[in-house]
């Protein structure tokens, strides 16, 4: 029987520095026990210095690449996304295959790709392997903090050909199979992908927006339910400051969020929904948002801005062309220059500008929105199409009354994917690994600013019969505070940073009941996270998921009345769990109505 024909690979690498990386990216290409058909080379506007080193290796073994066809072809200078699609319209081949120039592959990188590369298949993407000094890189201990696939000591020799050496250390990253990805949340998938250039074209190529193209890329090939296949290969990253990511100054661990900002959504001249949001805070806000209009179907503009020129430059050029139906600004994002350039650009267009949290918030504990307040109400009172908006209905009525004119409810909504129920992931191995098998573990979370609450929950803790039995465990904003005030009340505790969603199942699966402490905000997405995986929490009353919640507590200034919550929770386990999944999924139930009557029907809630 003849031998399939194997199909025509284009190798696409965009570079603009890191001249260092030269040698070992070209000598991988040698290594490769199968060539590609043809390998092109953008010059994304790249310093004179890197074009010479890169030409100069590439003619120095030229022989060596005899039947390879090699192409250097100029980018537009805008950064990888662009750069990458450049290369894709001057490749011939029928299959892509992406890849870095501070990034090496194994021997058999090519072959096994192409070994894959069947009518079935749409994408393959591989494994990968990242050596690091960890005394001078940091970005990868984040990395490994928040993966959720297995990472073990990697034998970089096998693949390399050398010893790790100068105190380097390898970790082989093991991604999990197409199905099992949460891309919306987390990229876990490498650069290297290989893709049909049919499919690479309906697609659309990369975004613009550099920095995330890849990530953002793959959310999109992942909504079109395309078949993607795993292969049993390395990808070698060799994780230094010279990479081609790190020139365009991005930090793909620390800012993640800041992609899907960015990633979904992307709408052009339809009557859709504008959310614009600013630089810094809202950022797990606005990824609910996105992701619940996306997973709906409901047109929307995504913008970041900040509070400046060049912000409202940016809102200017974004929204030539687009039809809002309807333009939020969270958080009060932009300025007040922006929100009325809005209001002329738009006079029939609703705008609001949206406080995340209720006015006693604001007010008691100095938060930088308390700054947006008055010129935000200037604002609405200048232009008629412009209105504030609160995510609480209590806080929209009492609004309403104190400032003397409508304030608009904008529903908070839950956009993740839905996780598993508590009874698949409560006690696994993993969680026990993770919280060493305490014997009480206690969640606590909410925002860093209300210390007050904070000390206040330690306090009674350290006063309760139980606080022998008791682990402290911190995942989000308020860990060094919380583990400060721990340490000092004597109370056992653990200290697990920001981790990501994966993580966050695991460590949950394992707790006991949680307590928050950001109580005055409006829609707390850690708490009904806590509530989704039958994890019981004591809450203030004031919170939107109160009602019905037993376990709720009127006044969080108080030891007694945490102390009594807790007492309740302790004898009740059991129902406790089985009440929080109810009450998770009735909450859910009410916001996706609420926000399917603002979003979509023309006349929202007031």
Excluded at 427 to 445: E, K, M, P, W, Y
């Amino acid at each position: 029987m003849a031998e399939a024909k194997r199909p025509r690979l284009s190798l696409i690498v965009p570079f603009k520095s890191g001249r260092a990386h030269v040698v070992g990216c070209i000598a991988s290409i040698l290594r490769q026990s199968q060539k590609p058909a043809e390998i092109i080379f953008v010059d994304d506007d790249a310093i004179e210095e890197m074009t010479l080193a890169l030409t100069s290796e590439v003619t120095y073994h030229r022989a060596a690449l005899l039947g390879v066809k090699i192409r250097f072809v100029e980018g537009p200078g805008q950064g990888p996304a662009l750069a990458r699609n450049a290369g894709v319209a001057a490749a011939t081949g029928d299959w892509l295959l992406f890849h870095d120039i501070d990034d090496s592959m194994a021997p058999d990188f090519v072959e096994r790709i192409l070994d894959s590369a069947d009518a079935a298949t749409e994408m393959i993407y591989p494994r990968w392997l990242v050596r690091y000094d960890p005394a001078k890189e940091t970005r990868i201990d984040k990395l490994l903090a928040c993966c959720s696939y297995a990472v073990r000591v990697a034998p970089w020799k096998r693949y390399h050909g050398e010893n790790v050496g100068g105190g380097y250390v390898a970790h082989l990253f093991e991604v999990p199979p197409w199905d099992q990805l949460n891309l919306p949340v987390q990229n876990e998938v490498p650069i290297s992908f290989a893709m049909r250039r049919d499919v690479f074209e309906s697609i659309g190529g990369f975004a613009k927006e550099y920095g995330y193209e890849d990530w953002e890329f793959l959310v999109r090939v992942k909504d079109r339910g395309l078949a993607a296949k795993r292969v049993n290969t390395v990808l070698l990253v060799q994780d230094s400051p010279g990479s081609y990511s790190k020139t365009m100054r991005v930090d793909r661990e620390t800012d993640s969020i800041r992609a899907k900002a960015w990633t979904l959504g992307q709408t052009q001249n339809r009557d859709c929904n504008v959310l614009v949001f600013s630089s810094e805070p809202t950022r797990g806000i606005r990824l609910h948002h996105q992701l619940w209009l996306q997973h709906r179907g409901i047109p929307y503009e995504a913008l970041l801005i900040d509070d400046t020129p060049k912000g409202l430059q940016t809102l200017q050029a974004r929204l030539a062309g687009v039809s809002p139906r309807r333009i939020i600004c969270y958080s009060f994002a932009g300025s007040p220059q922006a929100w009325a350039w809005m209001a002329r650009e738009f006079p029939d267009t609703e705008i609001v500008l949206l406080s995340l949290s209720d006015l006693p918030f604001l007010l008691t504990e100095g938060n930088i929105t308390i700054d947006r307040l008055e010129p935000a109400i200037q604002a609405a009172n200048t232009h008629p199409n412009v209105a504030l908006g609160v995510s609480n209905e209590r806080a929209s009525r009492e609004w309403s009354v104190a400032f003397g004119f409508p304030i608009t409810f904008v529903p908070p909504v839950y956009g993740l994917p839905v996780l598993k129920e508590s009874s698949l992931v409560r006690g696994n191995d993993r969680a026990q690994d993770i919280t060493g098998g305490a014997d009480l573990l206690v969640s606590i979370f909410g925002a860093e600013r209300p210390l007050k609450n904070l000390g206040t929950q330690i306090e009674a803790l350290a006063l309760w019969e139980h606080r022998d039995r008791v682990t402290c465990c911190f995942t989000t904003h308020h860990d060094a505070k919380g583990v400060a005030l721990a340490r000092l009340c004597g109370l056992r505790h653990k200290d697990f940073g920001h981790v990501n969603w994966t993580a966050f199942q695991d460590i949950c699966s394992a707790m006991h009941f949680g307590l928050q402490v950001s109580f005055t905000e409006t829609l707390n997405y850690t708490a009904l996270d806590h509530l989704r995986l039958g994890v019981p929490i004591v809450i203030s009353s004031a919170m939107p998921y109160a009602e019905g919640w037993p376990y709720t507590v009127t006044d969080f200034h108080g030891v007694g009345p945490i102390i009594s919550a807790m007492d309740a929770l302790v004898a009740n386990a059991g129902e406790a769990g089985d009440l929080a999944l109810a009450t998770a999924k009735a909450v859910q139930t009410r916001m996706d109505e609420q926000a399917s009557k603002f979003f979509v029907d023309e006349e929202g809630p007031s």
